[in-house]
């Protein structure tokens, strides 16, 4: 069963796994991709430490991308890297024109030029708004945006400013543009993917259900602590830019009586160790140095599974 996403990507389920940064390696993108769905490589994915800069970032990027090419023939796409000043797009889109990546996943930022560049050598675009607006949908629509994900509260990591859930959001956006619309957030079975199909979206967008996947290097605690846990056991609380949300670690204690002191963005964001506190905890598992983030989807995983049985349980109606 084909739709508007498949063709577009030339995939054979419309499921796209979310980069995840550095949760992501050559393994785990290319069984997405060999399972049918759109494997994607997060920034610094496969990697066993940070990059020094972002030039380094790059050329790790460019060996993982010639990593997942040993490992499938399908198509997957990679995103573009951008640093606080979004001026870093145009050495990572060269490197992805000269890669020979198909699909180009577009965080936030909309310029006319990396659109017009990307187009300009076949290249499919995903686009995703940190918070998605019917506005910014639009102008991502007007520029060039073959496929737009919008991104529900419901998703882990970096939330929305907005708190509008993930079943609110997707008719909205899905209702505002011509070009397909891809739910993400907060989905973890069939059910949510049947739920996102029936609001408008033409594909799903899954992160936290692919942290458990047996190819993804984040640590193995993390993954068992997923499995074991359920959206009751998550944390929310204020920092930079919005909020995160957070499965019981050791620093979640000090993060709730912050938060409920009324603590500041900026001081709850040094607490919790900024960005850093995600790579110590959920990829080299220190819980004394950082938190689990994650959707509210968790409730529905039950097991750590290849990636193929992930896209298969998740795309068990587009079997003909």
Not at 115 to 120: A, E, G, I, P, T
């Amino acid at each position: 069963m084909n739709n508007r996403v498949t063709k577009i990507l030339n995939i054979r389920y419309p499921l796209i796994q979310a980069p995840l940064y550095f949760l992501t390696n050559a393994e785990l993108v290319a069984a997405v991709s060999n399972a049918g769905g759109l494997g994607t490589l997060g920034p610094h994915a496969g990697q066993e430490s940070l990059p020094g800069s972002r030039y380094v970032a790059l050329d790790r990027m460019r060996e993982e991308i010639r990593k997942v090419k040993k490992l499938t023939s399908k198509p997957f796409a990679a995103t573009v890297l951008n640093g606080p000043d979004m001026g870093f797009w145009r050495p990572t889109a060269e490197m992805l024109v000269e890669e020979g990546v198909e699909v180009v996943l577009i965080n936030e930022l909309l310029e006319a030029e990396i659109f017009d560049f990307l187009k300009s050598h076949g290249i499919k675009i995903l686009y995703r708004a940190l918070t998605p607006t019917v506005a910014n949908s639009k102008e991502a629509e007007r520029l060039g945006a073959d496929i737009i994900i919008a991104t529900g509260f419901d998703e882990g990591g970096t939330v929305p400013t907005r708190v509008i859930g993930t079943f609110s959001i997707v008719p909205m956006i899905a209702d505002s543009v011509k070009v397909p619309v891809i739910a993400a957030g907060g989905i973890g079975d069939i059910r949510g993917v049947r739920a996102a199909l029936a609001l408008g979206a033409e594909g799903v967008y899954a992160g936290s259900l692919f942290l458990t996947a047996v190819e993804n290097p984040a640590a193995e605690k993390v993954k068992r602590l997923i499995v074991d846990s359920t959206a009751e056991d998550l944390l929310l609380f204020r920092t930079l830019p919005a909020y995160y949300r957070t499965l019981p670690t050791d620093l979640t204690p000090a993060l709730a009586e912050l938060d409920a002191q009324g603590t500041d963005r900026d001081a709850m964001f040094k607490a919790m160790n900024g960005y850093h506190s995600l790579w110590q905890a959920m990829r080299l598992g220190n819980f004394d140095q950082g938190i689990v983030s994650t959707g509210t989807g968790i409730s529905v995983i039950k097991s750590i599974r290849p990636a193929a049985e992930i896209v298969s349980d998740l795309m068990q109606d587009f079997n003909e």
